[in-house]
């Protein structure tokens, strides 16, 4: 904390960001005090986010689990406290009043009640109070997960705040912000939360060790996530590489410089101690503390410095231009050249969040792979192939061309739609995910959830059981999209980041649970005999093609204060694109269902196969019982009507 305030004063008077406002200035307490409660803000996020995260996945049950859960409920109430003091710091700020002002009373019940930055600080203060509640009252690694939500919900409206939510790459902008502040709060909140745990005498040397260990990765991925969302984030607010020479972008060096020796010492931490903790010794132990001491003070350097940065005006303001098209009013971004076969290969839309998914899923799938062949363990290399391409056509679905045009176009959007829900699944199901995790990653014996004991965990309680039954996945994947396409979800999806990157994973996932009913491999759902597997598919596109051939014929525009003043110059009229959508949902839908009609067909008579070689060798290892015992029934029968 107190390097987070000297980062944040140095910082503050070298831009200027803190000075005397020329109109409507609210005061010297309240230009301090707002910064000041957002520093106490931030660190306090990261204390919560970083023992939420340990109490889930790192430490053991027991007295580690119920201090840490407790560390995370105080962190969440300093969070709440500090949030309601930011909330009226930033009312007088923005309202230009001194807090003893007369009227600055009712100015802040307008704030909070009108302005929506107002609205939103109050309700992640809130959001912390509900989390401080939720970690004080749990016990158990589930219950810490459930008590993140809502801190990740005030996380998500953290990161729609400031420079990004006016900028015109507002979609990279808030996904770069968001991904920034969950890496930064858990790689700093974490080793807080460990320090202070090793204080208190909580973890002793064997715990401390091992608590270590399965840290250390999570902060080589919160390094990423940070470096990945920060490049993004400078390149959105420099406009360049002039934008470097102005105050906030010696800002960003000075943070860049932090930042990489940040990673530096995170590196040595994991090269020189992490491996010898459980020696136990002194020298040890004193490297250990050395190491902390400096990553601790260097990130609170780092955190008072993105204060002021976020105080400061960035040299691309990327305002909007002075004669907007009506694509540019609708969308936020100008109408894209008229689509032909090779811009949709060639014209990029990025989204950093979901195409950094994309590459952690290609990174970590490659490396259980390689782990299993380092130990001589085999993997096919079809099912790697096959994650491969899932991946890479997920990445270009959701920051190439079907996302580019599928703004502008509905049968854009459907083909993306029909890509993720159809496509990509069914290479994702054949890969097996679940059974390479099962096989490479090893078993946690001391009660603590990794990776393998969440996914089992998943697959087998009463949630993950009733959304992988074949019917529910079917009624699910077939009426969602009734239910998606004509109620206001479809225009929320359009209008919002938000609702782009849940419309995303819903789809995504519905077709995989619905596809893994049919022909996955993995452990999970009770999966029916292979004709009823088949009817089921049948019965499912049925209602696809209902679909499809509902909006060929459709007259009436879905969201046509969206699609219907586009003001395109080319290509077919709304409500024709439309049913050309439609046509996409039909035709599009059928080689999908071919494909998985096939491999359900094949693995049907692969079972078969199997099933009637494990008879011969049961017949050749003990006789034909079976035919000895029904050739001795026809015998009895015959002797009894001989007699009768």
């Not at 029909?418 to 099962?438: D, E, K």
Request: net charge neutral.
């Amino acid at each position: 904390m107190a390097a987070a305030v000297v980062g944040l004063v140095v910082s503050g008077l070298f831009s200027a960001a803190f000075a005397p406002q020329l109109l409507l200035d609210p005061g010297t307490v309240v230009r301090w005090g707002l910064p000041l409660t957002t520093v106490a803000s931030e660190l306090s996020v990261a204390i919560t986010l970083g023992a939420l995260v340990l109490a889930a996945f790192v430490v053991r049950p027991g007295a580690v689990l119920s201090r840490t859960l407790t560390v995370a409920g105080i962190g969440a109430g300093v969070w709440a406290v500090s949030a309601l003091a930011r909330v009226v710091f930033s009312g007088a700020n923005t309202v230009g009043l001194s807090l003893s002002s007369e009227s600055f009373g009712d100015q802040l019940g307008v704030y909070l009640s009108q302005i929506p930055s107002g609205r939103a600080l109050l309700a992640i203060a809130l959001l912390a109070g509900l989390t401080s509640v939720l970690a004080l009252f749990v016990s158990t690694a589930t219950g810490a997960v459930w008590a993140s939500v809502p801190a990740l919900a005030a996380v998500v409206l953290q990161s729609l705040m400031g420079h990004a939510s006016g900028s015109t790459s507002h979609e990279l902008a808030v996904s770069a912000m968001f991904m920034h502040l969950v890496g930064a709060a858990v790689w700093i909140g974490a080793l807080a939360v460990v320090a202070v745990l090793r204080i208190r005498r909580t973890l002793d040397g064997q715990d401390l060790a091992v608590t270590v260990a399965r840290y250390s990765p999570i902060a080589s991925w919160c390094f990423v996530l940070v470096a990945v969302s920060g490049v993004v984030n400078a390149v959105v607010r420099l406009g360049g590489w002039s934008g470097l020479t102005t105050d906030y972008g010696v800002l960003v060096i000075a943070k860049t410089v932090l930042f990489l020796v940040l990673g530096a010492l995170g590196w040595a931490h994991r090269t020189w101690v992490v491996g010898k903790l459980s020696v136990g010794t002194d020298r040890v132990a004193g490297l250990f503390w050395r190491l902390v001491a400096a990553e601790l003070i260097l990130m609170g350097a780092v955190s008072g410095v993105a204060v002021a940065l976020g105080g400061t005006n960035p040299p691309d303001d990327n305002a909007p231009p002075a004669d907007p098209t009506p694509a540019y009013l609708i969308t936020g971004r100008q109408l894209p050249d008229e689509p032909t076969f090779s811009s949709w290969f060639t014209e990029w839309n990025w989204d950093v969040l979901l195409g950094f998914a994309c590459a952690a899923g290609l990174v970590v799938y490659l490396r259980w792979v390689i782990r299993l062949h380092r130990r001589g363990d085999s993997w096919s290399g079809l099912r790697t192939a096959s994650w491969v391409a899932g991946m890479i056509i997920m990445f270009w679905v959701t920051s190439g061309g079907p996302v580019v045009y599928g703004k502008v176009l509905f049968s854009a959007h459907m083909l993306q739609h029909m890509i993720l829900a159809m496509v990509v699944p069914i290479f994702l199901v054949s890969a097996a995910p679940v059974t390479l995790l099962l096989r490479a990653v090893p078993v946690r014996k001391d009660g603590t959830r990794g990776p393998r004991e969440w996914i089992l965990a998943i697959i087998h309680s009463r949630y993950g059981r009733f959304f992988s039954h074949p019917i529910v996945a079917a009624i699910n994947f077939a009426g969602s999209m009734i239910v998606f396409y004509y109620t206001p979800a479809f225009e929320y999806a359009l209008s919002t980041h938000l609702g782009h990157i849940l419309m995303t994973v819903h789809f995504t996932m519905a077709g995989y649970f619905f596809a893994n009913a049919l022909i996955g491999i993995d452990p999970g759902p009770s999966r029916p005999p292979h004709a009823q597997r088949l009817l089921l598919l049948l019965a499912t596109m049925a209602f696809h093609a209902f679909f499809g051939v509902t909006l060929m014929s459709g007259e009436i525009l879905l969201v046509p204060e969206w699609f219907g003043l586009m003001g395109r110059p080319w290509g077919a009229t709304a409500i024709a694109d439309q049913q050309n959508g439609g046509g996409i949902a039909w035709g599009v839908g059928e080689i999908p269902t071919l494909f998985l009609a096939i491999i359900v067909a094949f693995s049907w008579s692969k079972d078969d196969e199997r099933a009637a070689r494990r008879r011969d060798r049961k017949v050749d290892r003990d006789g034909d019982v079976e035919m000895d015992e029904y050739n001795d029934m026809l015998k009895k029968l015959s002797t009894q009507k001989e007699r009768s």
